[in-house]
């Protein structure tokens, strides 16, 4: 669809957050008639802009009007399973996403990034990456997505030759249809909103691969062979796009002329070495995962044909991403690290197996189906105590209590006073969740600037 087709088309928006509010913009924006519709309490502000604009919004529960409409938009954090969208569904109105809806107006390079873990870190590098190649070649760089910034809040802004980081979860990509990217980059796929997919994680991957649906000759699907399920799908050839994976692992499948790896501390492009883990493992960016991450993102930059010179000393000028194994503070003899943004237990499991010497981890909040078990040997290894916080804290409790003690509190702020009651020399307060954080929190940065609060009240 172009954007002189949704002149006077009808468009019900579903969900009224940052993605939703900023698609109803769009529309508007390009002569759509915009009906946006919140089951909840809606932002004063975001009513009061859109109205001034022309759109129609409704609030506390969908009405009928919803299905009268050409097509609908929703939000990523809708379910596909609610009411609405199953009548929308049923009356064979067409649903797209609000990635699907930006990528409609892109003028701009797209490259597309998803994964389970380490997306944002990923992301946020390749945008720091061809930012710096931008500034030799001319053209700007935009990181959109799941990131955090809308997609459709910036995509008029974009022209041609410039590069739209589009960071997407599974929740984006179940309702994209014709989004393509030039080059796609899979992080990895452990388990995950298994709540969402049936508890079935091979359901949960078919929408990530989705990334990869319209990539043709000329498109480059990178993706991580150290990841079982990935290299199942990938390895053995026959798409329609090239494929280029990476691996920690040294060369993969033993051929050094190919992929991007890691050997002997150094990164390699096929038979090319370009940069040594010492030039960029420092402060809050470090572990094996990193590298993974790195790989992964030189991998993309490659495929996007970027200057080499100019990405790699963007590498290491990089210092991580915000709550992200980030440094907080040091009190009661203690680093404290805020990894809020670990959201599942292997991002949980990363970030143990990163942090050096003996932890307290505050863990918890609302559950997506969560199997501790994958971390029970780090726990007995490294953590001196466990909090147990939030909506999930009984299940946590129970799941360490066995090999570590735990302590439950229902609040962030209990949470960080009982971890500094057991900080001191030696010991790291590690913050991270392993869970969504929707139980006390508007997202996970809320939840990391929460805790960065707190910490920062504590009394030495």
């Known amino acids: 669809m172009k954007r002189a087709d949704l002149e006077g088309r009808r468009v019900s928006v579903i969900g009224a957050g940052r ?10 924006h390009n002569g759509a008639q915009v009906l946006l519709s919140e089951k909840g309490a809606m932002d004063p ?52 996403s609000e990635i699907e809806l930006a990528s409609w107006f892109c003028r701009a390079r797209i490259a597309g990034i998803t994964g389970t873990d380490g997306k944002t870190t990923t992301a946020t590098l390749v945008q720091r990456m061809a930012e710096a190649d931008g500034r030799l070649a001319g053209y ?15 995509v008029e802004e974009m022209d041609e030759g410039d590069i739209a980081v589009v960071e997407l979860s599974s929740y984006q990509l179940e309702r994209c249809s014709s989004f393509r990217p030039e080059a796609a980059l899979i992080t990895n796929i452990t388990p995950d909103h298994l709540d969402r997919y049936g508890g079935d994680i091979m359901r949960y991957a078919e929408a990530k691969y989705r990334i990869s649906m319209n990539l043709g000759p000329s498109g480059t699907l990178v993706y991580n062979a150290d990841d079982p399920i990935l290299r199942a799908r990938f390895s053995g050839g026959g798409f329609p796009f090239s494929t280029m994976p990476f691996s920690t692992a040294g060369p993969v499948g033993g051929d050094p002329s ?31 995962h990193n590298n993974s991450n790195v790989l992964g993102a030189i991998g993309l930059v490659r495929a996007l044909r970027l200057d080499e010179n100019a990405v790699l000393q963007a590498l290491r000028e990089f210092p991580g991403v915000e709550h992200r194994q ?22 949980m499991r990363q970030a143990l197996e990163a942090v050096p010497g003996r932890i307290v981890l505050i863990a918890g909040g609302r559950d997506k189906g969560n ?31 066995a090999d570590v003690e735990v302590v439950e509190a229902p609040t962030l702020e209990d949470a960080v006073r009982l971890a500094a009651e057991a900080a001191g020399p030696d010991r790291t307060v590690l913050f991270s969740p392993g869970c969504a954080s929707f139980d006390l929190f508007r997202d996970f940065e809320d939840r990391g600037r929460r805790f960065k609060s707190e910490v920062g009240r504590l009394e030495e």
């Open 326 to 347: 980030e440094f907080v503070a040091r009190k009661r003899g203690s680093d404290w690290i805020n990894d809020s943004k670990a959201t599942n237990v292997n991002a």
């Open 258 to 288: 190919s992929g991007v790896y890691l050997e002997d501390g150094w990164v390699h492009a096929g038979l090319r070495r370009l940069i040594h883990t010492s030039e960029f493992q420092k402060g809050s960016f470090r572990g094996n």
């Open 371 to 401: 199997d501790y078990s994958a971390v029970a040997a780090l726990i007995r290894e490294k953590a001196v105590l466990v909090v147990a916080m939030g909506e999930s804290r009984q299940k946590v409790a129970d799941a360490f209590r």
């Open 45 to 96: 502000d975001t009513a009061s802009r859109l109205c001034q604009i022309g759109a129609e919004i409704e609030s506390e529960g969908h009405s009928d009007r919803v299905f009268d409409a050409d097509f609908a938009v929703v939000s990523p954090g809708v379910p596909p399973g609610v009411p609405v969208i199953r009548e929308l569904e049923r009356r064979q109105i067409p649903v797209h």
């Open 19 to 28: 993605s939703g509010s900023a698609a109803a913009e769009l529309l508007v």
């Open 140 to 154: 700007r760089a935009y990181g959109v997505g799941n990131i955090g910034v809308p997609f459709s809040s910036l």
